[in-house]
Structures are given as C-alpha cells and as structure tokens.
C-alpha cells in the first residue's frame, strides 16, 4: 500500500492511497492516531477505483478537504486501514484484511 498527503505544515488538503491489484469490493477509510493514543476515524468507508497503466494494476482512493485543509497536531498518524469485500458490506472488512499504511506527520 502506497500513501501520500498534500498540505502545508500540519494542515493537510488531501489524502490519497494506492493498493496493489484490482480486487473487487476493495474499501479503505482514514483514521488517526494521536500521540497520546486515541484513535479516530475520519471518514466513512470508501469504495476504490481500479486503474490500470500497461502492466500494472492498482486500486486507487483519495479524500479531500476544501479550503485551508484540517489541522493536526505534530505527531498524528493519518493511516488508511482498508479491507477487501463485498462493496455492499456495512465495515468492508468481510474479506482479508490489509495491512494499513500509515504517514506520521
């Protein structure tokens, strides 16, 4: 699984993950994880979009927020747990499991 943010500093204006495959019903949310330990969930579940660039195969998400972005305190961890399974599932997590990938900013 592949991560990136955009922003300035602690404020970031997008999210977007890529996972290897194509699968079908491939889901992912973004979560944090503060320093401190608490965890939140900052979206819902979301369905992926397959692309595919010659040989390669990826399912691709991204999340966006309008205007300054959202803050952070330094420190959090923005990760994207996802989950393969039916896309009419209510978690996404029906199938195996995928590792999260995780940014710490």
């Known amino acids: 699984m592949g991560l990136s943010v955009r922003g300035k500093g602690l404020r970031v204006t997008g999210v977007g993950a890529h996972m290897d495959g194509h699968g079908t019903g491939v889901r992912a949310r973004l979560i944090t ?8 969930e900052l979206t819902g579940w979301k369905d992926a979009n397959p692309v595919s660039a010659a040989l390669i195969k990826v ?47």
């Open 59 to 105: 399912s691709m998400i991204s999340w966006k927020w309008a205007g300054k972005g959202r803050a952070f305190e330094h420190g959090t961890k923005l990760c994207v747990p996802s989950g393969r399974g039916s896309a009419r599932s209510g978690n996404g997590v029906t199938g195996a499991a995928i590792r999260p990938g995780c940014v710490v900013l």
């Open 33 to 40: 994880c503060t320093p401190e330990g608490y965890r939140s």
